[in-house]
């Protein structure tokens, strides 16, 4: 008989939880939401408002034009009502470069919304570029919520009322710093948007969530152009080009993703000043929010500490991971055979996940990407029947016994899968077992298993002895 045939249940005296019991992790619906977009020219105070309206500090504000570069999605509710708030850089009808690239993202964000909530200086009244962007308001035939921020108190209400000559109807005057009058603008906006789904209408599941990770300047923005086959985040030589993390729907090989394209994540988050702090922890969160991360690595340079802490991160995460070795196109025969070396040495403890050499300016292996994608998350998502489980754990204590400690041979007397995305496995054991011989067991696992893509984590949970009574 087998150390997991002798398993008796009574053995533990209630230290069997029931929360181990048919453990599934919730899916929750994706529910179809209004989405606002919020424009205006650069340095008015959208991303003020807009960390006004969810109440905590989400988008990244500096007192310098040009912090928020892309458009940026966030869940917002107001009396009952969820809506998306998509945060815009300024808009600059004469942009040239970057600043053109900004200002196309802003359309884009105008054109996707249900209502636009235009931003303007009430300290600086009535620019040519506030009429520009009228222009392109009028153009969209979206409804509009003329908000004129910067209102602190009733002095200045006057020159807020000035904007009535913008033709959008009646300015709204709040103060996004204060929080003054910001109630009423949004019950305002609650008037032009549009119904959301019955809660029996809304639809079950949703796509699947895609971080793309990695330090600044990998080309992870370019990347994510090219895997979209479309302009969908602004491009950059200038490294930390991209701030906040960027949702994105994309189609890839027929199947819809939510692919997050996040700042590249600095050596230490205490190094980065001002908006590049916030920045590097809005990309934690981002993995956090991640089912599978694609981290991004540089193959033209040599492999950093940067590049394997972001590994670390990710599987400590418990997220799905896919490699992406970029910039293969910069590579020669002396490079590949040295990051061939690299690999074996400093990534070898992420053999487990997939790793696709691309391109993002030629696109060489961008298609495979959705292969290595899908593969981690059919790991990630992996459940081991208890029988099957056990059936193998029996023949690992038979073939590999736990060495003996202190004259005792500690012994799995039963297993049990409590989670998948990631899987995570608790052994109830005799006694404390070695972390060197519960990382053979996760090893293992991977072998008869494959649990390619995803961190596998191993529980171990030694029976307390009896209690004389």
């Known amino acids: 008989m087998t150390d997991v045939e002798a398993f008796d249940p009574s053995e533990y005296e209630g230290d069997f939880p029931d929360e181990f019991r048919d453990f599934a992790p919730e899916a929750g619906p994706a529910v179809p939401k209004p989405v606002v977009a919020v424009v205006g ?18 988008a990244v504000v500096q007192d310098v034009p040009g912090v928020t570069r892309d458009r940026v999605s966030y869940d917002a509710n107001w009396s009952g009502r969820e809506f998306v708030l998509v945060d815009t850089g300024g808009w600059v009808s004469d942009a040239r470069g970057l600043a053109q690239q900004i200002a196309e993202q802003a359309e884009l964000a105008i054109m996707a919304a249900d209502a636009v909530m235009f931003v303007v200086d009430a ?16 153009q969209s035939k979206k409804p509009v919520v003329l908000v004129a921020n910067k209102v602190d108190d009733q002095r200045t209400e006057a020159e807020a009322a000035s904007m009535w000559n913008l033709g959008l109807g009646q300015p709204w005057a709040v103060s996004a710093m204060h929080g003054r009058g910001t109630g009423d603008m949004l019950d305002a906006l609650l008037e032009v948007l549009p119904e959301t789904p019955a ?4 639809p079950v599941g ?10 600044p300047n ?34 890839v090989g027929g199947t819809i993703y939510r692919f997050i394209d996040t700042a590249g994540i600095r050596r230490r988050v205490k190094e980065a000043s001002g908006h ?64 061939t070396r690299e690999i074996e040495r400093d990534v070898y403890g992420f053999t487990w996940a997939p790793h ?88 293992r696992l991977r072998e008869d298993f494959d649990f390619t893509g995803t961190p596998v984590h191993v529980q171990v949970r030694a029976r307390e002895k009896r209690k004389n009574r």
């Open 206 to 215: 949703g796509p699947r969530r895609v971080a793309i990770v990695g330090k």
């Open 356 to 443: 696709v050499n691309v391109s993002a300016l030629t696109g060489r292996n961008v298609d495979k990407l959705e292969k290595a994608i899908e593969m981690a998350l059919e790991g990630w998502e992996t459940r081991i029947p208890t029988g099957k489980l056990n059936a193998f754990l029996g023949r690992v204590a038979a073939a590999h016994p736990h060495p003996v400690r202190s004259g005792k041979q500690p012994r799995i007397l039963f297993g049990t899968q409590a989670q998948n995305c990631p899987p995570t496995f608790v052994l109830f054991t005799s006694g404390k077992f070695d972390d060197q011989y519960s990382r053979f067991v996760e090893r």
């Open 276 to 339: 590049e702090y916030y920045a590097s922890l809005r990309t934690q969160t981002a993995i956090e929010r991640a089912e599978v991360c694609v981290v991004v690595i540089d193959a033209s340079e040599e492999i950093s500490e940067q590049d394997l802490r972001i590994l670390s991160m990710v599987e400590d995460a418990g997220r799905a991971l896919v490699i992406a070795y970029n910039k293969w196109d910069l590579t020669d025969e002396e490079r590949r055979y040295y990051l």
């Open 41 to 58: 020219r650069p340095n008015v105070g959208k991303s003020t408002l807009v960390n006004r309206i969810l109440g905590r500090r989400e």
């Open 199 to 202: 809660e029996g209408d809304r």
């Open 123 to 138: 300290t600086v009244g009535t620019t040519d570029e506030d009429e520009a962007v009228v222009r392109v308001l009028r």
């Open 218 to 251: 990998v080309g992870k923005s370019s990347l994510l152009n090219k895997i979209a086959r479309e302009k969908r985040v602004v491009v950059s030589d200038i490294s930390g080009t991209t701030v906040d993390p960027v949702d994105e729907l994309v189609e």
